[in-house]
């Protein structure tokens, strides 16, 4: 299976980027992951609802249809990293090609990424930057991996 995550905007905070670096760097050594940055939309004075329109139609031209996507929205579903790798594990078992993750924008999605998404999670019920998403979300994953091959690194 590649995991692919899509996510607007690069990260500026060279703290993130190297937490990133190195969540990347561990999780190659279980599982294809690759990250897929999508620009900032430049024009800061349209409207939340046009941005997140048009970064909408950018991530839905990096999709394939065969892609299994899931938003990552404070308003999805919590999941414990137990049931996280579960799920991870369940979509190993399936088959699934391609797991994609989107991280939005600050304004969050468009209806259309919404209708097109297989899912939502919830990182927390508290809302985070989507820079530090990006950090939080990797190193569940390299953790679910940990507790999918029975590694010592998450403690129940």
Do not use: C, W
Request: glycine fraction near 6%; hydrophobic fraction near 35%; charge should be positive.
């Amino acid at each position: 299976m590649q995991l692919t995550i899509i996510m607007i905007g690069k990260t500026d905070k060279s703290y993130l980027k190297e937490g990133i670096n190195e969540y990347i760097k561990r999780i190659k050594k279980h599982i294809k992951v690759e990250l897929n940055i999508i620009p900032d939309i430049k024009n800061k004075q349209l409207s939340q609802k046009i941005r997140k329109q048009k970064e909408g139609e950018l991530i839905l031209s990096r999709l394939e249809k065969t892609d299994y996507v899931i938003l990552l929205d404070e308003k999805g579903e919590l999941k414990s990293s137990l049931e996280f790798a579960r799920f991870l594990q369940n979509k190993m078992n399936i088959s699934v090609k391609n797991l994609v993750f989107i991280i939005g924008g600050p304004y969050g999605f468009s209806h259309d990424i919404y209708k097109r998404s297989n899912g939502v999670i919830a990182l927390s019920k508290m809302t985070f930057s989507h820079q530090m998403v990006r950090l939080i979300l990797l190193e569940q994953i390299y953790r679910a991996n940990t507790i999918i091959r029975g590694e010592p690194y998450h403690h129940e």
